[in-house]
């Protein structure tokens, strides 16, 4: 069941936007007022591979929020799993499970892709969502039986879900699809692939949180959301979870989010784009009101904390932390992945794990993994600075690792940047600021 918490007294604001973060493992939904104050939170799981759990689950959050404050919600906006796709028949129906963002399609695949599109672009990688989408349409389960093929992330289909409108995405989920945030368009290499399978439909791309349509009168009724409701276009939930860091404050050039979650991201808000497949580093258009064009410069690595939750209950975690001293650095040099591959600071689909020598003490062999964890995230941020990224001024941290008080000291210790502290962790604040937004 979804828990929902109202902090504040909400009857004195009657404009409510509402953030819904589709994260690696789970759903939150965020209600705020016109200021940017968060009225209520509700929560529940779902299966990132299994897509009918997705519409439960957004129906779930949304219904557990207060009435109150559903029937006076303004807009939504939801961010989903980068890279995380599906296929649908032209009524929206998925016709193939859903590829997660950390599917990496085979060699074969590809080469594929580096032979439709350009070097250094970010789809030449074996997760992005091109190579996923050459995966589907050479899959004979999900072709040959359809005349229109709509292929969708996360965020577009759930969104969908809501205001009926079948393939609109966003430039942020669009990105690893190839389309180019400097032109706003798809680039011609790309069109004209398309053009080669005349049964594909790419979405229509639009600025995150720019209004879709409004919600389809029906779900309205059924979640007492009013008829006029907004439905936004989304983001990514990394990208969600950078402006929920920063909160409603501008952020400075050179301002970067940490991401530790299920995996690792790194994001700097950077005055110029850094693309670089070689890394698995790409760059999201990011607009402010009268500040004009700024980059998102940043990777995803596979390194985070769904291997730690592979080795450890939450309690150990938690228990096991408090035992490990952060300012005596571990002798352990490992690479901790839950299997093979990964994306960011090394772009390799055949990495394998590494986590040996496993000690017998387990306070030492954590230690070991945040350790490792924290060196990854260095080598990361000195890569984009190596590359070109604005200086970095200050680090802020998101998602559940953020709690974690010995992995912070730790990172601080390699980092040596300002460490600040976020103002929300919870990506579902960054979808509801970016709903307030426009």
């Known amino acids: 069941m979804a828990l929902c918490v109202t902090p504040i007294l909400y009857k004195e604001f009657m404009n409510y936007f509402v953030g819904i973060d589709f994260g690696t493992s789970g759903v939150r939904a965020i209600a705020i007022n ?85 070097s250094q672009q970010a789809v030449c990688s074996a997760t992005s969502s091109f190579a996923k989408l050459v995966f589907c349409l050479e899959n004979e389960e999900s072709r040959p039986l359809f005349s229109s093929l709509y292929f969708l992330h996360q965020a577009d289909w759930l969104g969908f879900l809501l205001h009926g409108k079948l393939g609109v995405s966003d430039y942020h989920n669009a990105l690893k699809l190839g389309y180019d945030p400097s032109l706003l368009e798809y680039p011609a290499w790309l069109r004209d692939w398309a053009l080669r399978n005349p049964a594909l439909i790419l979405p229509e791309v639009l600025a995150p949180s720019k209004t879709v349509s409004i919600i389809q009168q029906a779900i309205a009724s059924t979640l007492n959301l009013p008829f006029d409701c907004e439905i936004g276009a ?31 991201v790194l994001k700097v808000l950077s005055d110029r784009p850094i693309n670089d497949s070689r890394y698995g580093i790409y760059s999201h258009r990011f607009e402010y009101p009268n500040f004009g064009c700024l980059w998102l410069v940043g990777g995803a690595s596979n390194v985070g904390g769904a291997v730690l939750r592979q080795i450890f209950t939450d309690q150990q975690l938690q228990d096991l932390s408090d035992c490990i001293d952060p300012n005596i650095s571990s002798p352990l040099d490992y690479y901790p992945l839950t299997k093979k591959g990964d994306r960011f600071p090394i772009n390799d689909p055949e990495l394998l794990p590494r986590l040996s020598p496993r000690p017998d003490d387990p306070v030492k062999f954590l230690h070991g993994l945040l350790e490792s964890m924290a060196r990854i995230e260095a080598e990361g941020y000195k890569l984009l600075q190596n590359l070109g990224a604005s200086p970095i001024q200050q680090i802020y941290t998101a998602g559940g690792g953020a709690k974690n008080q010995a992995w912070t000291k730790i990172r601080d210790r390699y980092l040596q940047i300002p460490m600040q502290q976020s103002i929300q962790t919870e990506a579902a604040y960054g979808a509801a600021l970016l709903a307030k937004s426009i």
């Open 234 to 264: 989304g983001t990514t939930d990394s990208n969600a979870a950078f402006l929920a860091s920063v909160g409603t404050a501008l952020p400075e050039i050179g301002t970067a989010v940490t991401s530790l979650g299920s995996t690792m």
């Open 34 to 118: 016109i200021y940017g104050e968060i009225l209520a939170i509700s929560r529940t799981e779902y299966d990132i591979r299994d897509y009918e759990t997705w519409q439960a689950a957004l129906y779930e959050v949304i219904a557990s929020l207060p009435e109150e404050i559903r029937r006076n919600t303004k807009k939504i906006v939801i961010d989903g799993t980068s890279a995380t796709v599906l296929i649908c028949d032209r009524y929206g129906k998925v016709i193939a499970p859903p590829m997660i963002y950390s599917d990496a399609c085979s060699q074969e695949v590809l080469e594929q892709v580096k032979k439709i599109a350009p």
